[in-house]
Structure formats: C-alpha cells, structure tokens
C-alpha cells in the first residue's frame, strides 16, 4: 500500500479519491476538502464517510429529533439525555436507571443470526458505557408475511442471535414483539433495547479531557468483519435481488463481551477511567472522534498499535471496522498500571494507542507517518444537515377514505365465534411463545414480569423490592394511515403497559424505522410521526432520552410502514405489588375501564378477517389515559386488582383471551347495553384495560374510578374453563389454546 498521508494529500490536490464509493456525495465531499483546507487522506475520507453516514450523523433526521429537546418536558427525574451513549434517569433511593434502544435492521436481513447477535452486544455496551451493570434486555421485531420462505430463513436466525448471545451473557429477555406483515419482506426490522443500573455516583460520559491522559484500547482484536457494517448498511437501500454484503455483518463472541462487562464494571468499581466509548457503529472512527470532540483537548493515536486479528488490514479498514467487543477509554497515567492489571485478570486484550493531547485536533500516524489530522468535531457531530422536501403523499386521502368500517360484519353468532378463533390464530396476534421460549427470561433471579405480560419488570434492589418496567410498543399500520397519531399510539400504548403492571411511566427511548428520506412521502411521515411523538412526551410528562433512527428501510422502491417503536421504562416502589395479565382467582370480577366506540381502521381483527388496510386509526387522548394509568398504579399499589390487561391490537376479545389463558381461567362476560357485540369484541379504542376485581375490593374500586371520572363497567366475571360472551358464543379454553398457540410453531416448523 501506498502511504497517503497528510504532507501526501497537500501536495497532490487533485488526486483521484472514491468518495462515492464510500456512500458520499459530492457536496459532502466538496465540504469536507474545505474544512480541511485540502484534499483528505485515505484514511481521513474512510472516517467522514463513515460518520457522515445516515446511521451516524442523523443528517437527514436531526432537524426533525431537536423536537425532542424543544419541547421536552420538566421532568426532575432526568440525569443524563439525549447526547451521550443512552439516557439515565433517576428511579430513587440512590440508583439511576439508563436504557435506550437501537436497530440492527440491515445486518439482520442480511446475516440473521449474527446481525441480531452483534445489536443486542452493541446496545449492551451503549448502557455498559454509562457506568451501569446491564440487567435486562428486550427485543422488538418485524418480520415479513409469516407463510413467505424468506422469513423461514430470516426469523430463526435472528431469534437464535438474539436468545444465543444474550442467554450467554446471562441478561434476561424480557419483552418485545414479534409483528408480522408483507412490508417488512426482504426488509426485517431487529431492534434491540437493553437497561441498565447504577448508583448516581457511578454515571460516566464519553468525553476525552486531561492533557497526557492515555486513551486505552481494551477487548477484542480488530478484524475485518464489520467493515462498513451497520453505518454503510443502515444508509442505504436493498435491491429487490436478495441478501448481499456478508462481509460488511459483524461477527460476535458473547463470552468475550461477558468478560469485557465483568473487566469493566470492576474498572468502574475502582474509578479508574475519566472518560468511556463503546465501539460500535464506525468503530474506531467513531470512539476517537467523539472522545476528542466531548473533551477539553485534542488526541493524538497510534494506530499500528491496535491489535489485530488480520494483519494485513490497511489503516482505512481499521477506521472503518466494526468488530466487536471494544471499548476505548481515557486513564490518567497514574492508574494505567491498575487498569491494565484488572483487564489481564479477565484476559481482555488492553493497548495504549495514544494519548489526549492540549490541542484541538485529533491526530492519528501509522508507523511514524501522519495519516489524520482534522478537528474531531467536524467528524463526530457537524456533519451535514439536509432539509429533506416532504410531502403529504397523493394516496394518503384514497387510504384513510378506504374506512374498515365497510368492510363485511359477522352476520351471526357462529360467524362471530369463528372470526374469534381467526383472530387469535393469525400469527401477529398468536402467543410467542416459540420465540421466548429460545430465551432466558429469568436468569440472574431479579425478574419480575416478562413477556407475554404487558411489560417485563425487573427488581433493581433486594433489600427495599425497588424496581423497573419496561414496554415496547409501535403499530405500523396505524402510523400507515396517520403517522402523527401513529406515533402518538405507539406511546400511548407502552405508557399503558407499564402502568397496568403497577409501575409509573417515567421516560422514552425511540428507534424510528422509516423507508428512504430521499422519497418526499417518507420524509412526511418521518416529520409528522417525529411531532406527534414530541408532542404526546411533552403532554404526558416523559422525556426522549435517547434512541436511534434507522432510514433506507426499503427494497426497492417499496418502503415498509413507518415503524415508530418507543419504549417507556417507568418505576415501581415494591415489585410485590405488581400486576399480572393472568385471571387466577374464579369469582373475581371483570371491569371494563374506558369508552369503546367504533373504531375499526387498522384493527387486528381488519387484517386477520379481511386482508384490509384503511381508515382512520383509533384516536388518542393522552388526558385520559394519564388517568387510566393513576388509576392502575394506584389499584395496583393499594391491592384493588389482581390482574390487569391493556386494550390494544384486537381489542376486548383478544386482551380478555390472553388474561384467561395465561391464568387458566375462564370468564363470562355480558355485552354492554346500548353496544354492538362485534364493536365490543373488536374495536381498538384506545385509553382502555381490563382488570379483574376481588369482590371485597368492588366498593372501593369503583368509587374511586367515578371520584376521578374514569369509566369503569363491569361486564363479567372469573368463572369456567370457557370464555363465554352471553348471548352469543361460548369458547372453551382448550380449544382457544390450540389456536392461539398453535400458529407459530406449524408456520415454522
């Protein structure tokens, strides 16, 4: 190889470079020889195109995302936002909770297994980099139509990435979901969220400050694999021609992250660091750039002193690699010695490749040679912000016209026991189980709740039963006919689920999955979603701290549906006050809280009968379901329930199905006067849930939901081994098992 170093690159001006190649454009290019002054060198131009990439620098996104902060809310709770590796909330008594979630879409598609293995080791190391122990992980997921070949090949690999490199780490999985539709085919959907804990005191930054303080390379070897990876794959598009770019998919070794958690926990412990990076995204260009540019300094490295496992990766590829299991962090001289003592205990490769310097630029040589020179923060944070043109598209009107409403009802009882049946069956409304059970949901014994309830819960302190839930939640095909109330929904729905569990909500992360910003229609959905999203925190009292956007999710010209997944974490004062999903107790009575009315656009019960996609989604009022979620957190805390299901995807039917099978119990339950049982069973209004009410506790229960004007309608009772809907069909529960749980497992077998 031919040294193109920095005194190289003045001298030849006009040099022929591939920044095309690397996913830049012109202009792109153009800027960065003015910020330098120069043509850059080669290994210059690999680190821009990788941070200037759209998984990186938010270019076409982040005019969108500064909502987040304009109109975050008061909220005393916050310790760290949106900036840093993830945000850390304060959850009391001493501890911090920190969690955000983040997509590995492309690579998974591509690579299944190892592109889902390397996002759940990368988020792990995004909530490791705060200074917190990792304690739980959970796993959003799309998938394209359950019967098309293609997700026979994409679904299992993902799900034994996911369950193989977490059950290895030993991090319960405890949530997620698992969607099913023809417009994620050949464009999978793998988000990944981890949380973790620490004490108020251990939270650390990624900043590099302290002139001679050496920057420590530490975990595994730096290969080939990766190159290019998440930051070129998640900034563009696939054509409709199938699975390529293997090579440019991490690999991952959970054993090596184990031990580089245990290696670096133990550092924290000994407070031996000033400041920490994961390596993940753009890998070494990443973590020196944004270390130097959070700092006080500069940085100077030498990278020939990077361990490898090829040795004939030239300094680009080593810029640009994603292997995995790295970090990078800044240690004054005089704990060196210790650090490098305590990653020699958990045998985790530890390198000084440099040192913060008192200058202002970050300066990288190979073998003597200058090959980097540039001012970190154009790098890591002033790449380019575009101002995509978006516009509502022209079939949007044709869409929310085409209303679910006329779409043919049960005309009869049998019709409506069967459409029942169908319901449960289909696989986005099926038990999961076939997936779950390929994870460790309880290892480390701290857990609480996990999946199929509302939200997974994890005890965080023994002592006291403090502890934490989490939700994820997103419905494409309602962000499909509004993306801002889509969104709104989405959030709606996890701050619903955390709160039926007995927890208060208390912040969000987001990961935004979206189609090309270069297609205007994208770009209005994007916005309106992004706005609806930021105005629906503000309203409710829980701030973004974090989160992740992931655009190009098309083949083609096909985008998916706009996918906003928001994840809510709230906290609970006692774990043993928690609320199950489970009717457990016969005799105990059902009630209904909220208003149902007839809203049909997107419903579970329009795809599985109908194959339909139209209308208007439900309506959202955020005033109410902060009352609902008081009146759950306080009937939680005060025992006044023992169970309580959220209304969502399928509606009464399907929330009133899963309680009973989950608890072995049946129920009757009786239509409300004045409502169509096929609107009671289906419709998905939202603001609503199910709780089941000890007899003893009627009295108080109801008076306090009409003291705050919550509606509250007894419809039944806990009773059978059948889920009976009087006057119209009985369904015994051995016969709804073998639908709802049979679905899965046939389509995947």
Same mark, same amino acid.
């Not at 656009?601 to 194959?611: C, F, I, N, R």
């Not at 339909?612 to 439900?618: I, K, R």
């Given at each position: ?37 120069? !043509? ?400 460790? !949901? ?53 701050? !619903? ?253």
């Amino acid at each position: 190889m031919t040294l193109d170093t920095v005194k190289h690159a003045e001298q030849t001006p006009e040099a022929e470079q591939p920044w095309a190649e690397l996913g830049l454009k012109q202009d792109e290019y153009e800027r960065i020889r003015e910020i330098l002054g120069r !043509r850059p060198t080669g290994a210059e131009l690999a680190m821009y195109s990788v941070m200037w990439s759209e998984h990186c620098s938010y270019k076409s996104s982040k005019v969108h995302l500064k909502q987040f902060g304009e109109k975050a809310p008061e909220n005393d709770a916050m310790l760290v936002g949106i900036g840093e590796n993830a945000g850390v909330v304060d959850v009391g008594q001493g501890y911090a909770v920190t969690f955000k979630v983040e997509s590995h879409n492309h690579p998974s598609y591509i690579e299944p297994y190892q592109g889902a293995a390397t996002g759940v080791g990368g988020i792990v190391r995004d909530i490791l980099a705060m200074g917190a122990r990792p304690v739980a992980v959970m796993d959003p997921l799309r998938f394209g139509a359950a019967d098309h070949p293609d997700t026979k090949r994409v679904l299992p690999g993902v799900v034994a990435g996911i369950g193989g490199y977490g059950n290895c780490l030993g991090l319960p999985n405890i949530g997620g979901e698992a969607v099913f539709d023809p417009c994620y085919q050949g464009n999978p959907l793998v988000n990944a969220l981890c949380v973790g804990v620490m004490k108020h005191e251990d939270i650390h930054l990624a900043k590099a400050s302290g002139a001679g303080n050496k920057v420590i390379l530490y975990g595994a070897r730096t290969g080939g694999d990766g190159i290019g990876g998440v930051s070129v794959l998640a900034s563009e598009t696939f054509t409709d021609k199938g699975p390529t770019k293997r090579p440019a998919v991490q690999v991952g070794d959970p054993f090596q992250e184990k031990l580089l958690i245990e290696c670096t926990l133990e550092i924290f412990k000994e407070k031996l660091v000033t400041g920490i990076q994961d390596l993940g995204g753009a890998g070494l260009s990443c973590a020196t750039s944004e270390l130097a540019s959070a700092g006080s300094g500069g940085m100077r490295v030498e990278l020939d002193t990077v361990p490898l496992r090829d040795a004939t990766l030239s300094p680009e590829e080593i810029l640009m690699s994603e292997s995995q299991e790295r970090m990078c962090a800044i240690v004054e001289p005089r704990h060196v010695d210790r650090f490098m003592e305590i990653c020699e205990k958990w045998d985790v490769i530890a390198t000084v490749i440099g040192e913060v310097t008192d200058g202002e630029r970050l300066e990288i040589f190979w073998h003597g040679e200058q090959i980097v020179d540039v001012p970190p923060g154009t790098v890591a944070h002033e790449g380019p912000t575009y101002h995509r043109p978006y516009a509502r598209p022209d079939w949007q009107d044709a869409l929310q016209a085409d209303d679910a409403g006329r779409l043919p009802r049960p005309r009869t009882a049998e019709e409506l026991r069967d459409q029942v049946l169908t319901l449960v069956a289909h696989p986005n409304q099926a038990a999961k189980s076939w997936i779950t059970d390929q994870y460790d !949901r309880f290892v480390q014994g701290n857990t609480v709740l996990a999946q199929p309830e509302d939200s997974g819960m994890v005890r965080i302190d023994e002592e006291t039963n403090l502890g934490v839930a989490v939700a994820t939640d997103g419905n494409g095909r309602y962000a499909k006919l509004d993306p801002y109330t889509g969104a709104q929904l989405a959030l709606a729905e996890a701050y !619903r689920n955390v709160a039926a569990s007995g927890a208060q909500p208390l912040a969000v992360s987001d990961c935004l999955n979206f189609g090309s910003p270069e297609d205007p229609a994208v770009m209005w959905q994007f916005a309106e979603a992004t706005r609806g999203l930021a105005d629906a925190c503000q309203t409710l009292g829980t701030p973004v701290t974090g989160g992740n956007v992931s655009l190009y999710n098309q083949t083609g010209d096909t985008a998916i549906h706009p996918t906003p997944v928001v994840a809510v974490l709230g906290v609970i004062d006692d774990i043993t006050r928690r609320t199950p999903i489970a009717f457990a107790d016969e005799g105990h009575l059902v009630y209904l809280l909220g208003d149902t009315r007839e809203e049909l656009g997107g419903s579970a019960w329009s795809q599985a009968v109908h194959e339909h996609l139209g209308g208007l989604p439900p309506k959202v009022d955020l005033e109410r379901e902060r009352l609902l979620a008081e009146i759950l957190i306080s009937a939680s805390r005060d025992g006044m329930i023992d169970a309580a299901h959220d209304l969502s995807d399928g509606g009464l039917i399907q929330a009133l199905v899963e309680s009973c099978l989950r608890g072995g119990k049946g129920a009757r339950v009786v239509v409300p006067d004045g409502l169509d049982p096929f609107v009671f069973l289906f419709s998905e209004s939202a603001g609503r849930a199910l709780v089941a009410v000890p007899r003893s506790e009627e009295l108080r229960f109801t008076d306090m939901c009409g003291a705050r004007g919550l509606p509250a309608t007894r419809i039944g009772v806990v009773d059978g081994e059948t889920v009976e809907v009087q006057g119209q069909f009985a369904l015994s529960l051995a016969e709804l098992r073998e639908a709802h749980e049979g679905t899965i497992p046939a389509l995947l077998s």
